[in-house]
């Protein structure tokens, strides 16, 4: 019951689900979820609703009275005028006026204008001096889940949710001692008047439903609809290599994994040189002589063959052998520090004077490049006692024009990726993001239906901003909108259109396992508290390394918590390997468990103990079955050419043994009346060699021996065995 005593000055917002209370000096009072009465707000802590932060104080006066610092003004009073709050601040003259909307899953704040008086600032500037506006703190009570990236606090019951209705609000959380302080705000280098945010209050099985609400009331893209498609937990054979000439192979061994998606990265359809350095030309490869057509066609074929086909590009990179860096760098490429030449620079000078101290500017070879007008110019080192200057300069770098620099010239550090060297960000702040969004959506409105937005993270602060609103320039321009999307890097408004989060990169086959429980597996649970999942990793296949238990161990992992995963394609290595058919036969089982929605949420919670491994089976009846198996570390005395694992059913003990790279036999202490061997379970029993109490069974693809001995005189068995190649 809501047992809330309100002043009679106190302002209500409300809907049907939420009453928000607001005294007349702006502080909160009470925030109550109507259906069960429940206070959401630690309302003791006394924290207004909106505040207002200025670089320094500009109103004269104030100016005199207060240090000149960073300082954010509390607002200290507050009224209502139809759908606006005019709120008041302390010490400085001027107020905001937030538009609210009040609808029935949410509310929404947004900043409409500023009420001030000029003779307040009479200084050529335009005032008032804003330099972020809160859009509302809120001090939320903990609960048992917070998702960080969505900025939402729940439970089983209730969900209280801060979230962006555009690109351009701040969303972030501060941590109390038993509460978190939610908030939003709108910043002046971004966009001060017009940006809003909403305030969501639900039963936490509400929360999708309210999200969708603001996502089609503001056209914002379909996060909520991406999660609820059933193809969201799909894996993905990735290929940086297929074309119109090779595509027919690469569908054969997608299907024998039983993907249900294609990732095709940007180099097999463009031209790359050197790690990332033409990235950003986007010309096709000689293998789609017509272009976008061969690629539609290629594409279309990619379908007929059940295969969802998705693209993956690095969309903030721009090549250093490419057509905006060579012969002259484009205006738009991004400087992370700038410099004033204080001397002016002759094509022939080595020594590059400047106005700023270059300490603490990158060093790291690949690096360090200096960009003045279109050239690039390399340096060794550097002054930090004046006249400071860049020393050792290599001019004309990265085959750009060598040119006469005029004292004055402001250029500075390229913002050259810290991946490689090969490539450098663009300036968000320009139009090269939009023209190079331009480039992909060429392509990917062939017939693509899915995206990687891979280097994300590869933009200029402020990064909650640039992050998503890089991804989001690309996406918008993408037809149809993807079903789902991933990326490398996320912050809060990409929650919107990142259906599921980044796809970790490559483990090595020795450190497969303990990597997946590092990292993917680690992260799942919190990505859970986002409403959302993450793609479990792009794996390598390296042949004779790769087995079948690790991919099993890791796409187990991944759908206890219905993730997808990435397998990375190597023809030569899936043709030369001979452990490819088991391999592939683990992740199409997998597949075909995650389609069907086969595993019961207690199977799910068995999946979560890293302590335990899980074999998936096709039994006698040609159902999938699901048991916990074990290593038998010490096969056939700890040889690295047979992988043996234990487990139980039925009554009956097994175990499933291979070859790691080739064939071979391995004789065993056992009676022949004691084992049945199978290569699946159900199957035909398979011949083996009977010995004077003993038995020499095959060892190539995957086989299971079965017996009524006990657990631990088959492993004992096994132990003891005698490996013959």
């Known amino acids: ?99 609210v909307k009040e609808t029935s899953m949410y509310i929404c704040f947004c900043l409409s204008d500023f009420i001030y008086d000029p003779a307040d600032y009479p200084l050529k500037m335009t005032p008032p001096p804003v330099f972020e506006l809160r859009l509302l703190q809120l001090p939320i009570r903990n609960r048992e889940n917070f998702g960080e990236w969505l900025n939402v606090s729940w439970d089983d019951k209730i969900a209280i949710n801060v979230l962006a209705n555009s690109p351009y609000a701040r969303i972030d959380s501060e941590r109390r001692k038993g509460f978190r302080i939610m908030s939003a705000d709108a910043v002046k280098d971004i966009k001060l008047k017009g940006t809003g945010a909403v305030l969501i209050v639900s039963a936490t099985d509400n929360l999708l439903d309210a999200i969708d609400m603001v996502e089609k009331d503001y056209d914002l893209p379909r996060g909520v609809e991406g999660r609820r498609r059933d193809i969201i937990n799909a894996s993905a054979y990735w290929s940086g290599n297929v074309n119109p000439n090779n595509i027919d192979e690469h569908i054969k061994y997608a299907q024998m994994g039983g993907f249900r998606c294609m990732l095709i990265y940007y180099t097999s359809i463009f031209q790359e040189k050197g790690g990332y350095g033409l990235n950003g030309n986007y010309d096709y490869r000689v293998e789609y002589p017509k272009e976008k057509e061969d690629l539609g066609k290629m594409l279309d074929k990619i379908k007929a063959a059940g295969i969802i086909p998705g693209l993956h590009f690095l969309h903030t990179h721009i090549g250093l052998k490419s057509s905006y860096v060579t012969p002259v760098a484009d205006h738009r490429l991004n400087i992370t520090k700038y410099f004033t030449l204080a001397k002016a620079l002759d094509k022939d000078d080595t020594a590059v004077y400047v106005e700023q101290n270059p300490e603490t500017v990158v ?106 609103n890089a991804q989001y320039r690309v996406y918008k321009k993408l037809e149809p909108a993807p079903l789902f999307a991933e990326g490398a890097a996320k912050a809060h408004f990409s929650w919107h259109f990142l259906s599921g989060g980044n796809a970790f990169d490559i483990f090595q086959p020795e450190v497969f396992k303990e ?128 992988l043996a694992f234990n487990f139980e059913r039925k009554d009956e003990r097994y175990v499933v043994y291979w070859h790691t790279s080739g064939s071979g036999q391995l004789e065993l202490p056992l009676d022949a009346n004691d084992v049945t061997l199978q290569n699946e379970l159900g199957g035909e029993s398979l011949p083996f060699s009977v010995g004077e109490g003993t038995v020499t069974i095959p060892v190539g693809g995957r086989c299971y021996l079965s017996s009524s001995l006990s657990k631990e005189k088959l492993i004992e068995a096994f132990e003891n065995a005698l490996f013959k190649n």
């Open 1 to 99: 019951m809501d047992t809330t005593i309100s002043n009679v000055r106190d302002i209500i917002i409300e809907n049907e689900q939420m009453r928000l209370v607001i005294g007349e000096d702006c502080i909160t009072k009470s925030l109550i979820h109507k259906p069960t009465g429940e206070e959401c707000l630690v309302a003791e802590e006394e924290i207004a609703l909106f505040s207002a932060t200025q670089e320094r104080p500009f109103n004269n006066e104030v100016k005199l009275a207060h240090p000149n610092k960073r300082t954010t003004y509390q607002a200290n009073s507050v009224r209502r005028e139809g759908d606006k709050l005019i709120a008041g601040f302390e010490i400085i003259p001027y107020k905001a006026v937030i538009e």
């Open 363 to 468: 060093m790291d070879e690949s690096c360090r490049v200096l960009k003045f007008g279109g050239e690039l110019i390399t340096y060794e080192a550097y002054t930090t006692e004046p006249p400071y200057c860049f020393t050792a300069c290599k001019r004309g770098v990265h085959s750009t024009r060598v040119e006469s620099h005029p004292l004055g010239l402001i250029g500075g550090i390229l913002d050259v990726s810290e991946f490689g060297g090969t490539s450098v960000y663009l300036d968000q702040n320009s139009n090269l993001q939009d023209e190079i969004a331009d480039k992909i959506a060429n392509a990917y409105n062939t017939g693509f239906q899915f995206v990687y937005f891979d280097g994300s993270e590869g933009t200029n602060p402020p990064f909650g901003f640039h992050v998503p």
């Open 515 to 642: 990597k997946i429980d590092e990292f993917p597996a680690e992260e799942a649970p919190r990505m859970r508290r986002d409403f959302t999942r993450l793609n479990f990793g792009w794996w390598g296949y390296w042949a004779l390394r790769t087995q079948s238990d690790m991919y099993e161990y890791g796409t187990s992992r991944a759908a206890a918590w219905d993730c997808p995963v990435t397998m990375m394609e190597n023809i030569e290595a899936f043709k030369s390997h001979p452990r490819t058919d088991d391999i592939m036969e683990v992740m199409r089982r997998w597949e075909d468990v995650r389609a069907r929605k086969w595993l019961t949420k207690e199977q799910k919670l068995e999946l979560r103990n890293l302590d335990q491994e899980h074999i998936l089976l096709i039994n006698e009846n040609n159902d999938y079955e699901l048991v916990p198996y074990n290593q038998i570390t010490d096969a056939a005395g700890g040889s690295k050419d047979v």
